[in-house]
């Protein structure tokens, strides 16, 4: 089955550790996001990318870096830079900029 | 950056009953995209609806784009409707999605 796979679904770090979070899509999409969730609000873009090689900060991209070498992959590192990095973070793909979102089921991210 | 309201906040619904929530902009879009985000987390994609209707079960959608509005509508809810509905836009020639803070409907049985 197509989809986007997020791993893992529980991650636990230091303060002052950097941790990566795997994104992986087999839907053959263009455009990929990574998103942020805190408690009781709406989704922010930390970062999206339209193609390989090439990807634009959104609007809280402070603390967080991507890299985006192949099509079907985008991780998201969040650096120790990152001031509050405790959240649930959720990718996505569309087939192009613009296009209908599909998420993936999250990682949540506890850092203490 | 467009701000995005949602209404109400909260909503509480008996199984079987029908209900309205609201998505209001504040500026043009042509990109509008309504959310389901289960109990878990999980966010499944419901319409893709920059204008116009759209119907998809016991859901539908409106999208009155020169008001700045749309509309999502859930017909005979269920316990399984539970969860937190989004709406997200986009302004004309950008690239990004702006969501509402969210509706939290429950459905009780």
């Known amino acids: 089955d197509g989809g986007i796979t997020q791993s893992p679904k529980y991650l636990f770090r230091k303060e002052g550790q950097n941790v990566t979070l795997s994104c992986e899509q087999n839907?053959?999409?263009?455009?990929m996001y990574w998103y942020r969730q805190d408690p009781g609000q709406g989704l922010r873009l930390i970062y999206y990318?339209?193609?390989?090689?090439?990807?634009q900060k959104g609007d809280i991209a402070e603390g967080y870096s991507v890299s985006r070498e192949k099509k079907e992959s985008f991780p998201l590192t969040v650096t120790s830079a990152q001031k509050n990095p405790t959240a649930f973070y959720l990718c996505?793909?569309?087939?192009?900029?613009?296009?209908?979102?599909?998420f993936g089921n999250g990682t949540r991210l506890t850092v203490t | 950056g467009i701000q995005v309201e949602q209404s109400p906040p909260d909503l509480i619904l008996q199984e079987g009953a029908n209900s309205t929530l609201r998505c209001n902009f504040s500026?043009?879009?042509?990109?509008l995209q309504w959310f389901h985000q289960n109990p878990w987390g999980q966010l499944i994609n419901l319409f893709y609806?920059?204008?116009g209707t759209k119907q998809n079960g016991r859901l539908s959608a409106t999208t009155v784009a020169t008001e700045r509005y749309s509309l999502l509508y859930i017909s005979s809810s269920q316990t399984t409707d539970s969860g937190v509905y989004f709406c997200a836009v986009a302004r004309n020639n950008d690239y990004k999605l702006s969501f509402g803070a969210g509706t939290t409907v429950t459905v009780r049985a």
């Open positions: 996505a793909s569309s087939p192009r900029v613009r296009d209908s979102l599909h």
């Open positions: 609806i920059p204008s």
């Open positions: 839907l053959n999409h263009d455009a």
């Open positions: 990318s339209q193609i390989v090689n090439d990807f």
């Open positions: 500026d043009s879009v042509n990109n």
